[in-house]
């Protein structure tokens, strides 16, 4: 998981701290920028061999259990590709992109 730590910077670390405790087993990197400065805060997934998503507009801090939501979705589905976000909550309204594996 990335993180901007370009669109708060006053917030990164606060953000950070919430996606780690939602998600304690997927890293989570903070970019410089990840370039979608209209809508702050950007986050993305990605891995190997899985889709690679872009939400923008998020709130990491509100939204952690939902942020947690769709990593699990994402891992379970075959390439990483979420059919269903419903689950996400808010979430799913923010995705800017999804780039197939």
């Known amino acids: 998981m990335i993180v ?4 708060l910077p006053e917030r990164t670390e606060k953000m950070v701290a919430a996606l780690r405790s939602a998600v ?3 890293p989570v990197e903070v970019a410089a920028c990840l370039n979608a ?3 702050p805060v950007s986050l993305a997934f990605r891995a ?3 889709a690679v998503y872009l939400f923008a507009g998020t709130d990491p801090v509100d939204q952690a259990a939902e942020v947690a939501a769709f990593v699990g979705l994402w891992r379970s589905a ?3 590709v979420v059919t269903d ?3 996400c909550g808010r979430l799913r309204t923010t995705l800017r992109g ?3 594996a």
Not at 4 to 7: D, I, L, N, T
């Open 98 to 100: 999804c780039i197939p």
């Open 78 to 80: 075959p390439r990483g």
């Open 85 to 87: 976000a419903r689950p």
């Open 37 to 39: 400065c209209g809508q």
């Open 4 to 7: 901007c730590g370009g669109c």
């Open 24 to 26: 304690p087993d997927c």
């Open 48 to 50: 190997p061999g899985r």
